[in-house]
């Protein structure tokens, strides 16, 4: 088997770009290419996912024990010829100043992994022979297999750059050029999302080109071979006979999922119904328990809101005290009101009675702890979570309603009370890894279990 980790040596050096070119150049050769994101990110997979033709994992050695990190990538990539991992910001950037914890390169090394390296090179000569080296230098226990260079200016720019890095002894796979036609629009959170719109076949088409042309498949391939005997024992997830259905919304407004805690629901016993606030008229009918994820809620508030058939079918389906469990955006959609940054407020379903609005800046961000402080959805009182924040929104107005979360902010390490619930619905902004507390998944399953034991 074959795979390696794109890495940076930091943020915005075009990871995603050339990881989709890549997935899609070895994807043109007939091979099977399974890919996978570090961190927690929800927009790059969905892009990979398009481009490959298979579901793309999250790898997080922060949220998740490295014990599960091997099995999800192990077990996605049993049927794969090529495995790729897109970094996370740059190589060594992760959790904490002192240690690899929670990086890329913590992951390549876990994974014993080899990385290709992308480098911005548009503002660089000579000096970029010295950066690379760092690199290659600064652990031993890394294995740098090439570099591929982004941004050189022309040929007399690459062949300046070429002559700096053959002192350093690392392989130069190649130089990738700037490809205007596959430029996809970003916002807020990011990239928009693969569900509004993801590289077309002609995009596509256009960055198995360059990548032919510009980077040394062969090579890459040549020098990437991995260890598969070193995957653990699979355990195939026991057949339940008494599924529950769970009403998932993925649409262009909800589509922020990891593929392994939608797994992990599947693994307890869950039957997952796709569902759209956005179009359906309504709910669909013999639903145990609803699940809303995060995504764009305010880029759709007006759609959202006009779908009052749909809203009133949610507000049915809570009253009747079947199991609700909500993150970020779907916190934002259960508000009484939305308000978006042109000032204009939005009635949304009125299940929780807060009020959120949207800012032009970042909120909250970063790796987050939630201690449960009652017995609650996804867990018994005591238990500990983990998971991420990430909005540009806030709620200015809560009214009656308790909190079971005691969320404590790595970054900041700022403690605070969250987790809003009513009855049978939990909402938070913070996302959890159901992969990583797979209990607090089967915990879910088991309230929508009995829910729909009542009633029948």
Same mark, same amino acid.
């Given at each position: 088997m074959k795979g390696f980790v794109i890495a940076g040596t930091s943020t915005g050096v075009g990871k995603t770009t050339i990881t989709a070119a890549l997935l899609a150049a070895l994807r043109a050769r007939g091979l099977a290419v399974q890919p996978f994101k570090c961190g927690p990110d929800y927009i790059d997979p969905a892009h990979h996912a398009a481009i490959a033709g298979r579901p793309s994992y999250n790898l997080d050695t922060w949220m998740m024990s490295a014990e599960t990190n091997r099995s999800i990538f192990w077990t996605a990539a049993q049927k794969a010829d090529v495995t790729v991992?897109? #970094?996370?910001?740059?190589?060594?950037?992760?959790?904490?100043?002192?240690?690899?914890? #929670? +990086?890329?390169?913590?992951?390549? @090394?876990?994974?014993s992994l080899p990385v290709v390296l992308i480098v911005d090179a548009s503002n660089a000569a000579r000096s970029v022979a010295a950066l690379i080296k760092g690199f290659c230098d600064f652990d031993p226990q890394l294995r740098i297999l090439g570099v591929i260079l982004n941004g050189a200016a022309g040929p007399a720019h690459f062949n300046l750059l070429r002559d700096a890095i053959s002192s350093v002894s690392?392989?130069?796979?190649?130089?990738? %050029? =700037?490809?205007?036609?596959?430029?996809?629009?970003?916002?807020?959170?990011?990239?928009?999302?693969?569900?509004?719109k993801t590289w077309s076949a002609e995009q596509a088409a256009a960055l198995v080109d360059a990548a032919r042309k510009h980077i040394d498949l062969d090579l890459l391939l040549a020098n990437c071979n991995?260890? $598969?005997?070193? $995957? %653990?024992?699979?355990?195939? $997830?026991?057949?339940?006979?008494?599924?529950?259905?769970?009403?998932?919304?993925?649409?262009?407004?909800?589509?922020?999922?990891?593929?392994?805690?939608?797994?992990?629901? @599947? /693994?307890?016993?869950?039957?997952?119904? =796709?569902?759209?606030?956005?179009?359906?008229?309504?709910?669909?009918?013999?639903?145990?328990?609803?699940?809303? !994820?995060? !995504?764009?809620?305010?880029?759709?508030?007006?759609q959202l809101a006009d779908n009052r058939p749909f809203l009133q079918s949610l507000r049915e389906?809570?009253?009747?005290?079947?199991?609700?469990?909500?993150?970020? !955006?779907?916190?934002? *959609?259960?508000?009484?009101?939305?308000?978006?940054?042109? #000032?204009?407020?939005?009635?949304?379903?009125?299940?929780?009675p807060i009020a959120v609005e949207m800012l032009n800046h970042l909120e909250a961000f970063g790796y987050t702890e939630v201690e449960l402080l009652a017995d609650c959805l996804v867990g018994a009182r005591g238990a500990r979570l983990r998971g991420h924040s990430f909005h540009y929104s806030r709620i200015t107005r809560?009214?009656?309603?308790? @909190?079971?979360?005691?969320? =404590?902010?790595?970054?900041?390490?700022?403690? *605070?009370?969250?987790?809003?619930?009513?009855? =049978?619905?939990?909402?938070?902004?913070?996302?959890? +890894?159901?992969?990583?507390?797979?209990? /607090?998944?089967?915990r879910f399953v088991q309230n929508c279990r009995q829910a729909k034991a009542v009633a029948q």
């Open positions: 991992v897109e #970094g996370v910001m740059g190589l060594f950037d992760g959790a904490s100043g002192k240690t690899d914890e #929670g +990086s890329t390169a913590e992951i390549a @090394k876990l994974l690392v392989p130069l796979l190649g130089s990738f %050029p =700037n490809v205007p036609e596959a430029v996809l629009a970003e916002r807020h959170l990011g990239l928009i999302t693969a569900g509004e991995i260890n $598969a005997k070193a $995957a %653990p024992a699979i355990v195939q $997830a026991a057949r339940n006979d008494d599924p529950v259905r769970i009403g998932v919304a993925r649409d262009q407004a909800f589509s922020f999922y990891y593929q392994s805690s939608l797994d992990a629901l @599947k /693994a307890a016993g869950a039957e997952l119904v =796709n569902i759209s606030p956005l179009t359906d008229a309504s709910l669909p009918a013999s639903l145990d328990g609803l699940y809303f !994820g995060g !995504g764009y809620p305010e880029v759709f508030a007006d389906f809570v009253a009747s005290g079947r199991p609700l469990y909500a993150e970020c !955006g779907g916190l934002m *959609y259960l508000a009484e009101t939305l308000t978006t940054l042109d #000032g204009r407020t939005h009635a949304m379903a009125s299940v929780l809560t009214g009656d309603v308790a @909190k079971r979360y005691r969320a =404590n902010q790595l970054l900041t390490g700022v403690n *605070y009370d969250e987790g809003y619930c009513t009855g =049978n619905v939990l909402a938070s902004y913070i996302h959890l +890894s159901f992969a990583a507390s797979p209990e /607090a998944a089967a």
